[in-house]
């Protein structure tokens, strides 16, 4: 180990047609465990009860690592999340949920070397099922080298196959055979059982734990994770694994208790029942007044950017008034809790134009244009629809913020949504009004809707500092659904009611 230089040495410049190989945990990321990521993995493919098995046998999974071998401990962290697991849950959860947590982890003078070589390969003791995605995807790798569990019928047995864990010798072989008589030019580890393998690169570097560095900015990554899906906001550490298990069913209890605030009392009062159980509410702007219907006022169409399904009620919250809400998908069970009248859109243009002109004569309404939620800061594309149907457009910056559970889901149950935001020990919505739309940028001005819609998502955007995008809805369930995001109807339901979000 003391005859490698460390990575700060490396030179960067000029190595577009070198190769390099590097470690995961401790090399390319700065944490040196990989606990939290098998942490994720249970809990998301798993649930509360796999989460508590790992965690159990954590500390096994450490006196093996650190006084037998790294290969025995971390055969017990995949036992323990992955014994009898789906492999399609496994994959999934490597797509939609660990790249958020790897990339906002990278070591900085790592990706400095990685991401300048033409050709770029992991050698990791992590399963590949579980990193190769966010590696090709987000790293632009062109070879991930991990540990190969073995499965049946589709299912995880838990066991690693032959050669079993990528540790030492291993990684060694597992070069060897990849490259075969072709020399890499650098290799990138962190410890002494990485050594094998960076003797076998023409420089080798050593990533020390010590001096710590930042990680890499979002805005450095070839590829910026806009979607991700999972319910846990903070990587868990054993600790904070704890907590999460012990919390959980105190927190289901608080959720219940502010759901039934919110759907059973007056809606004047929910902003204080609110702040009485622990949800901040922050209203900033100056929101218009109800539409008068005897003087055949119109209602006004409150444009939302769309951060969770609870948006509409936030914001009747902030208004004091249950506001109607027109939707895209929403559970059955959201739908029967809700304190508010959803409606839903059903994707064919002339009706759902029919049905927003017909509630907006009844009185105020919302709508999220983007058609779906998005956690990071961009917005996506607005459909252009409503700017078509009315002129009395106020835009509404939605923003919130979680510090344990996140409040949507793609791959999931949607119906639990609303139950994991306010479980959250203290959550909190901002709620901006903004100016409503002058005439002359509207469509009686001479503005096309998507002129309209475009300025509304600029103006938002430009409140909350977010970001632009062209994203769709269709784009980021394929993302992380791997499907389109459409909502199939089974039975029939009120014509004044929907089912999605």
Known sequence: MVSFPTVDKCASIGREKHSVVAD?????????????YFALLAFEAGGIFRLLFLLLNSPLAGLLYYFVSESAGIKVLIFATCAGMKLSDIESVARAVLPKFYSSDLHSESWRVFSSCGKRCVLTANPRIMVEAFLKDFLGAD?????????????ATGFVQSPGVLVGKNKADALKKAFGETQPEIGLGDRHTDAPFMALCKEGYIVPPKPEVEAVTTDKLPKPVIFHDGRLVQ??????????????????????????????????????????????????????????????????????????????IFLSTALGRPIPAVTYSLSRLSE????????????????????????????????????????EPFLLRFSALFAELTDELVPVAMVNRMSMFHGTTARGWKGMDPFYFFMNPSPAYEVTFL??????????????????ANYIQRVIAATLSYECTSFTRRDKYRALAGNDGNVVEKTKVQANKVMGC
């Open 143 to 155: 070879l991930v080298l991990g540990t190969e569990i073995s499965t049946y019928k589709g299912r």
């Open 435 to 452: 100016n409503k739309l002058p005439p002359e940028l509207t469509l009686s001005g001479g503005k096309s809707s998507n002129e309209v």
């Open 24 to 36: 995961m945990d401790g090399t390319l990321l700065r944490g040196r465990s990989s606990f939290p």
């Open 235 to 312: 990587k868990p550490t054993p600790l904070s694994a704890l907590l999460i298990i012990l919390w959980i069913p105190i927190g289901f209890i608080l959720a219940c208790l502010r759901i039934a605030a919110g759907s059973l009392l007056p809606m004047p009062m929910v902003y204080y029942a609110f702040w009485a159980l622990g949800v901040r509410v922050t209203i900033k702007g100056t929101p218009p007044p109800p539409a008068k219907k005897s003087i055949g006022q119109s209602g006004v169409l409150f444009v939302c950017s769309h951060r969770t399904l609870l948006d509409p």
């Open 336 to 375: 029967i809790i809700s304190p508010i009248k959803t409606v839903r859109l059903s994707r064919d243009r002339a009706a759902d134009a029919s049905m927003i002109k017909k509630l907006l004569e009844e009185g105020d309404l919302a709508i999220c244009p983007e058609g779906t939620t998005c956690r």
